[in-house]
């Protein structure tokens, strides 16, 4: 993505509706620029188009939080993709950093297979010249536009992968946490196909709280985050043998 889609993205998030004459403004750009940046960023779901403005998704949309803070997700994810070879088959779930992480895989790297149990991962990278998903069976669940349930764990078990990158709601203590418990429980159950379970996230959820258990801090190998964490979460990610990598 073209980093005037970023700044794009930026902009709208922070004032949730902005007219297409201050977008152009603001950019340096002409109109005619801007609709066709709109175009675009509508087609993948990052945003609304509305007459003369750009609006922000649904709150209740994977693609908002996917669009907001977009730079520093796809950095993060970019960081992530590193450690990942051509040929690979790696185990994918659902949230913006992971999303970005499918598309940059899909994109850029030859003969990877993702399995996901994430809907909107599978249409978010389904145009990508390298994109080969093997998508997990479930009950579909509609605001997050992933597969929970039962039958996730059914399916998974005929997988097993070296790397399973999972985005978190939060952190504490014990472990990383989750706002949703049948996401959580989806995903234990794909942690338990993966030799090694990789956690992507701002570092702002590092002071979130979550509601629910997602995965135990012995569970997880490493983090790949933003350059922002506290100390203190820092250290307890360390003290617990945790490799953590900023962008």
Known sequence: MHMRHSQLLNIVNQKKRVAVTELAKALDVSEVTVRKDLNLLEHKGLLRREHGYAAMTASDDIANHLSFNYERKR??????????HNGETVMIESGGCCALLAEELAANR??????????FIADFIRKQPNAHVILLGGEYQNESQVMV??????????FYVNKFFVGTDGLNEQGFMSNDLMRAEAA????ESA?????????????????VSLLPLEKISAVYTDDQADSESLTMLNN?????YPY
């Open 188 to 191: 234990r159950a794909m942690a």
């Open 240 to 244: 617990n043998g945790i490799h953590v």
């Open 75 to 84: 950095l993060i994810a970019h960081r992530a993709a590193e450690s990942i």
């Open 110 to 119: 030859r003969d990877i297979t993702i399995i996901t149990n994430s809907a």
């Open 195 to 211: 030799s090694q379970v990789i956690v992507l996230t701002e570092s702002t959820k590092f002071k979130a709280s979550g509601v």
């Open 149 to 158: 349930g039962p039958m996730v764990r059914n399916c998974v078990k005929n």
